[in-house]
């Protein structure tokens, strides 16, 4: 299949290269410095480089613009009349109303929110569509996302809280890691260098139990015996975590609703 990416940073690099290490995925990719493109090009011989967005648009059955937000709706403006109706096209950027190009295209138009660790074809890769997508293409688009991570499909209202955990949850879990690496080196007896890398490797393992099929309670149920030190450990924790991350979602939504109101969202990053 024929992929197409306009913009190759951080977002769409990583889907580029995700997609071409898919079997019989060629990727197409175009971005306004060519520095990037040709950097990702030389890295993997299934990426070539158009010289334009419209090359690309005209290249690909399915297109992802990985734009930020003006430059988006900027591009877009300029494809949308060489769209048709066999074609995908997905953005990553969240704020999009999608209804604005699908009234002016016979495209099937996405919204797709990537994470990371879709760099190691792992993780959950996020798409909603127009509420009136037939079920039949819903399915056909997380067959082609499917290839590169888990797709599940969202409402737009549950963006915010699924990009929080599954395109920012990386971040937001390294961050607490290397926070608690911090603390451990408060304690004298380690180096933070060190506890990092204890706590990588436990963060590691603790992946592989899950997917050897633990639940997280499993985990929890396994280690923390009663009256012994991991139990006095967690009731030390309490609800303090509860409410860090309570206060986290109603950061991240905060910030959403306030981009949008200034209509220079950049909400996912
Ligand atoms: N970062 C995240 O974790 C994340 C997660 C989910 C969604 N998103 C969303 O994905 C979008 C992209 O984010 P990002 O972090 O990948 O941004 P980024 O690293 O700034 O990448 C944007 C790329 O678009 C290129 N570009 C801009 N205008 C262009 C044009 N007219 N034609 C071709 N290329 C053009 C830029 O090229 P230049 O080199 O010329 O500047 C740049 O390489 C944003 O809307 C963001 O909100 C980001």
């Known amino acids: 299949m024929n992929i197409g990416i306009v913009g190759t940073g951080n977002m769409g690099g990583m889907l580029a290269k995700a997609f071409a290490e898919v079997p ?31 090359a690309v648009a005209q290249s690909a059955e399915v297109l992802f613009l990985c734009t930020r937000h003006d430059d988006t709706v900027e591009v877009m403006a300029t494809l949308l009349p060489h769209l048709s109706a066999h074609q995908w096209v997905g953005t990553t950027c969240s ?7 699908s009234d002016e295209s016979p495209a099937t138009f996405f919204k797709c929110i990537p994470s990371l660790t879709q760099t190691v074809r792992s ?5 909603t569509m127009e509420p009136d997508a037939p079920a039949s293409e819903s399915c056909r688009l997380a067959n082609i996302l499917g290839g590169i991570g888990m797709p599940v499909r969202i409402r737009e209202d549950q963006l915010r809280i699924y990009s929080d955990l599954t ?14 690496a911090e603390a451990a080196g408060d304690t004298r007896h380690i180096t933070p260098k060190v506890a990092e890398d204890m706590l990588v490797r436990t963060l590691i393992g603790t992946a592989r139990l899950l997917e050897a099929g633990m639940s ?15 139990a006095r450990g967690l009731e030390s924790i309490g609800d303090a975590s509860l409410q860090l ?11 959403q609703q306030k981009a949008a109101t200034l209509s220079v969202s950049e909400p996912n990053a």
């Open 123 to 127: 993780g959950s890769i996020l798409f």
């Open 216 to 230: 997280l309670e499993d985990i929890v149920g396994h280690i923390a015996v009663p009256g012994g030190v991991t």
């Open 245 to 255: 991350f309570r206060r986290l979602h109603e950061t991240t939504m905060a910030h």
């Open 24 to 54: 019989d995925h060629q990727v197409f990719v175009y971005n306004r410095h060519p520095e990037k493109s040709l950097h990702l090009a030389q890295s993997c011989p299934s990426i070539s480089v158009l010289p334009s967005a419209e």
């Open 95 to 101: 704020s999009i109303p999608l209804h604005e190009w």
């Open 167 to 180: 395109s920012c949850g990386p971040a937001f879990l390294s961050q607490v890691l290397l926070r608690w």
